[in-house]
Protein backbone atom coordinates (compact mmCIF):
# COMPACT_ATOMS: atom_id res chain seq x y z
CA UNK A 1 0.00 0.00 0.00
CA UNK A 2 1.27 3.55 -0.34
CA UNK A 3 0.06 7.05 0.58
CA UNK A 4 -1.05 9.67 -1.75
CA UNK A 5 -0.48 13.14 -2.33
CA UNK A 6 -4.12 13.86 -1.35
CA UNK A 7 -4.12 11.86 1.35
CA UNK A 8 -6.04 8.82 -0.11
CA UNK A 9 -4.52 5.44 0.41
CA UNK A 10 -4.18 3.41 -2.98
CA UNK A 11 -3.50 -0.48 -2.90
CA UNK A 12 -0.09 -1.57 -5.54
CA UNK A 13 -0.92 1.59 -6.92
CA UNK A 14 -4.78 2.54 -7.82
CA UNK A 15 -6.99 4.41 -5.83
CA UNK A 16 -10.39 3.00 -5.34
CA UNK A 17 -12.08 5.26 -8.15
CA UNK A 18 -10.50 3.62 -10.89
CA UNK A 19 -11.36 0.10 -9.02
CA UNK A 20 -15.10 1.33 -9.53
CA UNK A 21 -14.51 1.10 -13.31
CA UNK A 22 -14.31 -3.04 -12.96
CA UNK A 23 -17.57 -5.01 -13.41
CA UNK A 24 -17.94 -8.51 -12.42
CA UNK A 25 -20.66 -10.82 -13.59
CA UNK A 26 -21.12 -13.80 -11.78
CA UNK A 27 -23.76 -17.44 -11.87
CA UNK A 28 -25.66 -16.77 -8.50
CA UNK A 29 -26.74 -20.66 -8.64
CA UNK A 30 -25.29 -23.97 -10.53
CA UNK A 31 -24.56 -22.14 -13.52
CA UNK A 32 -27.05 -21.66 -16.83
CA UNK A 33 -28.20 -18.67 -15.35
CA UNK A 34 -28.09 -16.68 -18.84
CA UNK A 35 -24.77 -14.83 -18.09
CA UNK A 36 -23.92 -14.35 -21.64
CA UNK A 37 -26.49 -12.56 -22.30
CA UNK A 38 -25.49 -10.38 -19.34
CA UNK A 39 -22.09 -9.82 -20.39
CA UNK A 40 -23.27 -9.35 -24.00
CA UNK A 41 -25.07 -6.27 -22.87
CA UNK A 42 -22.70 -5.04 -20.56
CA UNK A 43 -19.53 -5.17 -22.97
CA UNK A 44 -21.43 -2.61 -25.50
CA UNK A 45 -19.63 0.25 -22.93
CA UNK A 46 -16.81 -1.97 -21.95
CA UNK A 47 -12.76 -1.10 -22.99
CA UNK A 48 -11.78 -4.99 -21.68
CA UNK A 49 -13.90 -8.19 -21.27
CA UNK A 50 -11.72 -10.84 -19.51
CA UNK A 51 -12.49 -14.62 -18.89
CA UNK A 52 -10.91 -14.98 -15.53
CA UNK A 53 -11.70 -19.16 -14.99
CA UNK A 54 -12.83 -22.05 -16.47
CA UNK A 55 -12.37 -23.49 -20.03
CA UNK A 56 -14.21 -24.55 -22.99
CA UNK A 57 -16.90 -26.00 -21.33
CA UNK A 58 -18.95 -23.02 -20.94
CA UNK A 59 -22.01 -22.71 -22.74
CA UNK A 60 -22.35 -18.65 -23.21
CA UNK A 61 -25.44 -17.81 -25.92
CA UNK A 62 -26.40 -14.56 -27.12
CA UNK A 63 -28.25 -13.23 -29.80
CA UNK A 64 -27.00 -10.32 -31.89
CA UNK A 65 -28.79 -8.72 -34.89
CA UNK A 66 -30.44 -12.05 -35.15
CA UNK A 67 -26.97 -13.63 -35.73
CA UNK A 68 -26.64 -16.83 -32.89
CA UNK A 69 -23.18 -16.58 -31.03
CA UNK A 70 -22.08 -19.51 -29.28
CA UNK A 71 -18.51 -18.94 -26.65
CA UNK A 72 -17.29 -21.80 -24.78
CA UNK A 73 -14.04 -20.06 -24.13
CA UNK A 74 -13.53 -16.88 -26.09
CA UNK A 75 -14.83 -13.71 -23.67
CA UNK A 76 -18.29 -12.47 -25.26
CA UNK A 77 -16.67 -8.74 -25.50
CA UNK A 78 -15.04 -10.57 -28.27
CA UNK A 79 -18.31 -9.19 -30.72
CA UNK A 80 -17.59 -5.65 -29.86
CA UNK A 81 -14.58 -4.47 -31.87
CA UNK A 82 -13.91 -1.69 -30.21
CA UNK A 83 -13.39 -3.87 -27.16
CA UNK A 84 -10.22 -5.32 -26.61
CA UNK A 85 -10.94 -9.63 -25.21
CA UNK A 86 -8.66 -11.04 -22.39
CA UNK A 87 -8.43 -14.76 -21.82
CA UNK A 88 -6.75 -14.39 -17.80
CA UNK A 89 -4.24 -16.87 -16.27
CA UNK A 90 -7.04 -18.87 -14.60
CA UNK A 91 -8.32 -20.12 -17.61
CA UNK A 92 -7.35 -23.63 -18.93
CA UNK A 93 -7.31 -23.60 -22.91
CA UNK A 94 -7.23 -26.62 -25.06
CA UNK A 95 -5.87 -24.77 -28.32
CA UNK A 96 -7.59 -27.50 -30.87
CA UNK A 97 -11.07 -25.83 -29.29
CA UNK A 98 -10.00 -22.13 -29.15
CA UNK A 99 -8.86 -21.85 -33.04
CA UNK A 100 -11.73 -24.10 -34.24
CA UNK A 101 -14.11 -21.54 -32.67
CA UNK A 102 -12.26 -18.18 -33.89
CA UNK A 103 -13.19 -19.77 -37.06
CA UNK A 104 -16.60 -20.22 -36.49
CA UNK A 105 -17.16 -16.58 -35.26
CA UNK A 106 -14.55 -15.37 -38.09
CA UNK A 107 -17.07 -17.01 -40.68
CA UNK A 108 -20.04 -14.91 -38.85
CA UNK A 109 -18.68 -11.62 -39.35
CA UNK A 110 -16.25 -10.87 -36.40
CA UNK A 111 -13.34 -8.73 -38.26
CA UNK A 112 -10.17 -7.77 -36.79
CA UNK A 113 -10.13 -10.41 -33.69
CA UNK A 114 -6.30 -10.81 -34.11
CA UNK A 115 -5.87 -7.37 -32.91
CA UNK A 116 -8.07 -7.42 -29.94
CA UNK A 117 -7.50 -10.66 -28.13
CA UNK A 118 -4.65 -11.25 -25.63
CA UNK A 119 -3.78 -14.91 -24.26
CA UNK A 120 -2.26 -14.81 -21.19
CA UNK A 121 0.96 -16.70 -21.02
CA UNK A 122 0.20 -17.98 -17.68
CA UNK A 123 -2.75 -19.87 -18.36
CA UNK A 124 -2.49 -23.86 -18.55
CA UNK A 125 -3.08 -25.74 -21.29
CA UNK A 126 -5.73 -28.95 -21.67
CA UNK A 127 -4.49 -31.54 -23.47
CA UNK A 128 -6.44 -34.44 -25.42
CA UNK A 129 -5.10 -36.72 -22.92
CA UNK A 130 -6.78 -34.43 -20.17
CA UNK A 131 -10.23 -35.22 -21.78
CA UNK A 132 -9.51 -38.45 -21.49
CA UNK A 133 -9.05 -38.51 -18.02
CA UNK A 134 -11.71 -37.02 -17.63
CA UNK A 135 -14.15 -39.79 -19.37
CA UNK A 136 -12.65 -42.48 -17.64
CA UNK A 137 -12.56 -40.89 -14.31
CA UNK A 138 -16.24 -39.81 -15.27
CA UNK A 139 -17.03 -44.05 -16.00
CA UNK A 140 -15.62 -44.87 -13.24
CA UNK A 141 -18.08 -43.39 -11.17
CA UNK A 142 -20.78 -44.93 -12.58
CA UNK A 143 -23.94 -43.77 -11.06
CA UNK A 144 -22.63 -41.12 -9.29
CA UNK A 145 -20.57 -39.38 -12.06
CA UNK A 146 -21.35 -35.71 -11.99
CA UNK A 147 -22.33 -34.96 -15.07
CA UNK A 148 -19.25 -33.17 -16.25
CA UNK A 149 -18.98 -31.76 -20.20
CA UNK A 150 -15.74 -34.08 -20.29
CA UNK A 151 -13.64 -31.46 -21.60
CA UNK A 152 -10.58 -31.97 -19.30
CA UNK A 153 -11.32 -29.14 -17.49
CA UNK A 154 -10.77 -30.54 -14.04
CA UNK A 155 -8.03 -33.09 -14.61
CA UNK A 156 -6.06 -29.50 -16.03
CA UNK A 157 -6.84 -28.20 -12.95
CA UNK A 158 -5.54 -31.33 -11.02
CA UNK A 159 -2.10 -31.12 -13.19
CA UNK A 160 -1.85 -27.16 -12.19
CA UNK A 161 -2.16 -27.98 -8.85
CA UNK A 162 -0.31 -30.50 -8.55
CA UNK A 163 2.24 -28.44 -9.87
CA UNK A 164 2.83 -30.83 -13.28
CA UNK A 165 0.47 -28.97 -15.71
CA UNK A 166 1.77 -26.89 -18.66
CA UNK A 167 1.47 -23.22 -19.39
CA UNK A 168 1.28 -21.14 -22.38
CA UNK A 169 4.74 -19.91 -21.57
CA UNK A 170 6.21 -23.07 -21.86
CA UNK A 171 4.90 -23.65 -25.04
CA UNK A 172 5.99 -20.36 -26.69
CA UNK A 173 9.63 -20.96 -25.18
CA UNK A 174 12.32 -23.62 -25.32
CA UNK A 175 10.16 -26.39 -27.34
CA UNK A 176 12.78 -29.00 -25.99
CA UNK A 177 11.40 -28.18 -22.49
CA UNK A 178 8.10 -27.61 -23.65
CA UNK A 179 8.25 -31.90 -25.09
CA UNK A 180 10.07 -32.96 -22.04
CA UNK A 181 6.96 -31.56 -19.66
CA UNK A 182 4.45 -32.90 -21.94
CA UNK A 183 5.69 -36.63 -21.80
CA UNK A 184 6.26 -35.84 -18.02
CA UNK A 185 2.63 -35.02 -17.45
CA UNK A 186 1.38 -38.07 -20.31
CA UNK A 187 4.12 -40.16 -18.36
CA UNK A 188 2.18 -39.73 -14.78
CA UNK A 189 -1.60 -40.10 -16.19
CA UNK A 190 -0.38 -43.57 -18.36
CA UNK A 191 0.90 -44.85 -15.18
CA UNK A 192 -2.50 -44.33 -13.45
CA UNK A 193 -4.87 -45.41 -16.48
CA UNK A 194 -2.87 -47.97 -18.59
CA UNK A 195 -5.79 -47.68 -21.40
CA UNK A 196 -5.00 -44.02 -22.03
CA UNK A 197 -4.10 -43.63 -25.84
CA UNK A 198 -1.48 -41.25 -26.36
CA UNK A 199 0.65 -40.68 -29.54
CA UNK A 200 3.07 -38.55 -28.20
CA UNK A 201 5.30 -37.56 -31.01
CA UNK A 202 1.67 -36.65 -33.29
CA UNK A 203 1.22 -34.64 -30.56
CA UNK A 204 4.46 -32.98 -30.45
CA UNK A 205 4.13 -32.03 -34.07
CA UNK A 206 0.73 -31.00 -33.35
CA UNK A 207 1.54 -28.00 -30.49
CA UNK A 208 4.51 -26.66 -32.60
CA UNK A 209 2.37 -25.37 -34.95
CA UNK A 210 -0.09 -24.16 -32.33
CA UNK A 211 2.90 -22.48 -31.12
CA UNK A 212 3.20 -20.19 -34.00
CA UNK A 213 -0.88 -19.83 -34.47
CA UNK A 214 -0.83 -18.61 -30.39
CA UNK A 215 2.44 -16.70 -30.87
CA UNK A 216 0.80 -13.18 -31.59
CA UNK A 217 -1.75 -13.59 -29.52
CA UNK A 218 -0.08 -14.06 -25.97
CA UNK A 219 0.95 -11.80 -23.49
CA UNK A 220 1.43 -10.74 -19.83
CA UNK A 221 -2.06 -9.76 -19.17
CA UNK A 222 -1.48 -9.25 -15.02
CA UNK A 223 0.31 -6.00 -16.28
CA UNK A 224 -1.95 -5.32 -19.00
CA UNK A 225 -4.87 -5.28 -16.72
CA UNK A 226 -3.10 -3.53 -14.02
CA UNK A 227 -2.39 -0.61 -16.16
CA UNK A 228 -5.35 -0.50 -18.03
CA UNK A 229 -7.28 -0.52 -13.99
CA UNK A 230 -4.70 2.12 -13.32
CA UNK A 231 -6.12 3.88 -16.08
CA UNK A 232 -9.74 3.66 -15.64
CA UNK A 233 -10.41 1.54 -18.26
CA UNK A 234 -14.13 0.36 -17.68
CA UNK A 235 -12.96 -3.55 -17.23
CA UNK A 236 -15.78 -6.09 -17.84
CA UNK A 237 -14.58 -9.76 -15.86
CA UNK A 238 -16.38 -12.63 -17.64
CA UNK A 239 -17.20 -15.67 -14.78
CA UNK A 240 -17.35 -19.11 -16.50
CA UNK A 241 -18.67 -21.18 -14.03
CA UNK A 242 -21.60 -20.13 -10.87
CA UNK A 243 -21.37 -19.39 -7.32
CA UNK A 244 -22.76 -22.97 -6.21
CA UNK A 245 -19.80 -25.01 -8.43
CA UNK A 246 -17.18 -23.35 -6.32
CA UNK A 247 -15.37 -26.08 -4.94
CA UNK A 248 -15.14 -24.42 -1.29
CA UNK A 249 -18.51 -22.92 -1.13
CA UNK A 250 -20.68 -24.29 -3.70
CA UNK A 251 -22.69 -28.21 -3.39
CA UNK A 252 -25.03 -29.94 -6.33
CA UNK A 253 -28.12 -29.38 -7.59
CA UNK A 254 -31.31 -31.65 -7.02
CA UNK A 255 -33.77 -29.54 -8.54
CA UNK A 256 -35.66 -30.59 -11.76
CA UNK A 257 -38.65 -28.94 -13.96
CA UNK A 258 -39.67 -30.43 -17.27
CA UNK A 259 -42.45 -26.94 -17.76
CA UNK A 260 -39.62 -25.24 -16.88
CA UNK A 261 -36.52 -26.92 -19.36
CA UNK A 262 -39.08 -26.99 -22.11
CA UNK A 263 -39.89 -23.17 -21.65
CA UNK A 264 -36.28 -22.16 -21.35
CA UNK A 265 -35.03 -23.98 -24.02
CA UNK A 266 -32.76 -25.73 -21.25
CA UNK A 267 -30.43 -28.04 -23.31
CA UNK A 268 -26.63 -27.61 -22.96
CA UNK A 269 -25.13 -26.49 -26.13
CA UNK A 270 -21.73 -28.65 -25.18
CA UNK A 271 -23.39 -31.53 -23.85
CA UNK A 272 -26.52 -31.39 -25.29
CA UNK A 273 -28.66 -32.81 -22.14
CA UNK A 274 -31.29 -31.51 -20.09
CA UNK A 275 -30.26 -28.80 -17.82
CA UNK A 276 -31.73 -29.06 -14.20
CA UNK A 277 -34.33 -26.21 -13.59
CA UNK A 278 -36.19 -25.38 -10.64
CA UNK A 279 -38.19 -22.66 -8.58
CA UNK A 280 -36.16 -19.52 -7.51
CA UNK A 281 -34.23 -20.69 -4.56
CA UNK A 282 -33.76 -17.48 -2.40
CA UNK A 283 -32.25 -19.23 0.56
CA UNK A 284 -29.28 -20.34 -1.83
CA UNK A 285 -29.33 -16.62 -2.99
CA UNK A 286 -28.64 -15.40 0.93
CA UNK A 287 -25.96 -17.89 0.96
CA UNK A 288 -23.64 -17.03 -2.15
CA UNK A 289 -25.02 -13.22 -1.78
CA UNK A 290 -23.06 -13.30 1.31
CA UNK A 291 -19.48 -14.99 -0.35
CA UNK A 292 -19.69 -12.93 -3.37
CA UNK A 293 -21.00 -9.53 -2.25
CA UNK A 294 -23.35 -8.99 -5.23
CA UNK A 295 -23.85 -4.89 -5.48
CA UNK A 296 -26.71 -5.39 -8.52
CA UNK A 297 -29.02 -8.36 -10.15
CA UNK A 298 -30.29 -9.42 -13.23
CA UNK A 299 -33.48 -11.55 -12.91
CA UNK A 300 -32.90 -13.68 -16.61
CA UNK A 301 -35.92 -15.48 -18.22
CA UNK A 302 -38.79 -13.99 -16.57
CA UNK A 303 -41.18 -14.38 -19.45
CA UNK A 304 -40.96 -18.21 -19.15
CA UNK A 305 -42.99 -17.60 -16.29
CA UNK A 306 -45.37 -15.93 -18.35
CA UNK A 307 -47.61 -19.04 -18.18
CA UNK A 308 -48.04 -20.15 -14.84
CA UNK A 309 -50.68 -19.82 -13.00
CA UNK A 310 -48.68 -20.14 -9.80
CA UNK A 311 -45.39 -19.11 -9.05
CA UNK A 312 -43.22 -20.55 -6.00
CA UNK A 313 -40.15 -19.39 -4.53
CA UNK A 314 -38.00 -21.29 -2.20
CA UNK A 315 -38.29 -19.04 1.33
CA UNK A 316 -36.75 -21.44 3.73
CA UNK A 317 -35.04 -25.00 4.53
CA UNK A 318 -36.31 -27.65 7.26
CA UNK A 319 -33.95 -30.17 8.13
CA UNK A 320 -35.75 -32.93 11.08
CA UNK A 321 -38.65 -30.42 11.39
CA UNK A 322 -36.15 -27.43 12.50
CA UNK A 323 -35.82 -24.31 10.37
CA UNK A 324 -32.11 -24.23 9.38
CA UNK A 325 -30.10 -20.42 9.36
CA UNK A 326 -27.80 -21.26 6.94
CA UNK A 327 -26.95 -23.23 4.16
CA UNK A 328 -26.28 -26.97 4.45
CA UNK A 329 -22.89 -27.56 4.00
CA UNK A 330 -23.34 -31.65 3.70
CA UNK A 331 -24.99 -32.92 0.44
CA UNK A 332 -26.38 -35.51 2.50
CA UNK A 333 -28.11 -32.48 4.62
CA UNK A 334 -28.75 -30.46 1.50
CA UNK A 335 -30.44 -33.33 0.19
CA UNK A 336 -32.84 -34.41 3.22
CA UNK A 337 -33.97 -30.76 3.83
CA UNK A 338 -37.59 -29.92 3.09
CA UNK A 339 -37.60 -26.52 1.17
CA UNK A 340 -40.40 -24.03 2.69
CA UNK A 341 -41.69 -22.36 -0.27
CA UNK A 342 -43.95 -18.97 -0.67
CA UNK A 343 -46.47 -18.94 -3.32
CA UNK A 344 -47.73 -16.03 -5.54
CA UNK A 345 -50.04 -15.64 -8.52
CA UNK A 346 -48.78 -16.08 -12.00
CA UNK A 347 -49.60 -13.12 -14.15
CA UNK A 348 -50.31 -15.09 -17.54
CA UNK A 349 -49.97 -12.51 -19.82
CA UNK A 350 -46.79 -12.47 -22.34
CA UNK A 351 -43.95 -9.83 -21.03
CA UNK A 352 -41.60 -10.53 -24.45
CA UNK A 353 -42.21 -7.68 -25.55
CA UNK A 354 -41.97 -5.39 -22.62
CA UNK A 355 -39.31 -2.82 -22.31
CA UNK A 356 -40.20 -0.49 -19.16
CA UNK A 357 -41.27 -1.99 -15.62
CA UNK A 358 -43.90 0.14 -15.15
CA UNK A 359 -45.05 -2.13 -18.38
CA UNK A 360 -44.96 -5.29 -16.74
CA UNK A 361 -47.82 -6.83 -15.15
CA UNK A 362 -48.49 -6.23 -11.45
CA UNK A 363 -48.04 -9.96 -10.26
CA UNK A 364 -44.88 -9.97 -12.29
CA UNK A 365 -43.72 -6.39 -10.19
CA UNK A 366 -44.95 -7.43 -7.34
CA UNK A 367 -42.47 -10.79 -7.63
CA UNK A 368 -39.63 -8.89 -8.56
CA UNK A 369 -40.05 -6.88 -5.59
CA UNK A 370 -40.25 -9.70 -3.23
CA UNK A 371 -36.80 -10.88 -4.29
CA UNK A 372 -34.75 -7.41 -4.28
CA UNK A 373 -36.74 -6.89 -0.66
CA UNK A 374 -35.65 -10.56 0.65
CA UNK A 375 -32.10 -10.30 -1.00
CA UNK A 376 -31.91 -6.71 0.27
CA UNK A 377 -30.05 -6.02 -3.37
CA UNK A 378 -32.03 -4.06 -6.42
CA UNK A 379 -32.66 -5.75 -9.30
CA UNK A 380 -31.12 -4.29 -11.88
CA UNK A 381 -32.23 -5.73 -15.15
CA UNK A 382 -34.91 -7.97 -15.96
CA UNK A 383 -34.45 -10.32 -18.93
CA UNK A 384 -37.74 -11.36 -21.16
CA UNK A 385 -35.73 -12.91 -23.92
CA UNK A 386 -33.56 -14.25 -26.03
CA UNK A 387 -31.40 -11.24 -27.91
CA UNK A 388 -29.66 -8.09 -26.19
CA UNK A 389 -32.44 -5.87 -26.97
CA UNK A 390 -35.18 -8.06 -24.62
CA UNK A 391 -33.80 -6.27 -21.53
CA UNK A 392 -36.13 -4.20 -18.62
CA UNK A 393 -33.86 -1.46 -17.32
CA UNK A 394 -35.45 -1.23 -13.75
CA UNK A 395 -32.79 1.86 -12.26
Not at 311 to 320: D, F, P, R, S
Amino acid sequence: MQKMANGQVALNGIDKQARKGVTVVLGAQWGDEGKGKVVDMLATNMDIVTRCQGGNNADHAVCVNGTKYIFHLLPIGIINEKCVSVIGNGVVIHLPSLFEELKIIEAKGVKNWEKRLIVSDRAHLVFDFHQQVDELLEAEKGGKSLGTTKKGIGPTYSSKATRNGIRVGDLLGNFEHFSEKFQSCCSLYQRMFPDLNVDVKDELVRYKDFAEKLRPLVGDTVFFMHKAIKEGKKVLVEGANAAMLDIDFGTYPYEVGEILQSRGGEIGETTKRKRRCGWLDLVLLRYTAIVNGYTDLYLTKLDILDTFKEIKVAIGYKLNDKLLDHFPTSIIDLANVEVVYATFPGWETCTENVREFSQLPKNAQDYVRYIENDLEIPVKWIGVGKGRESTINVY
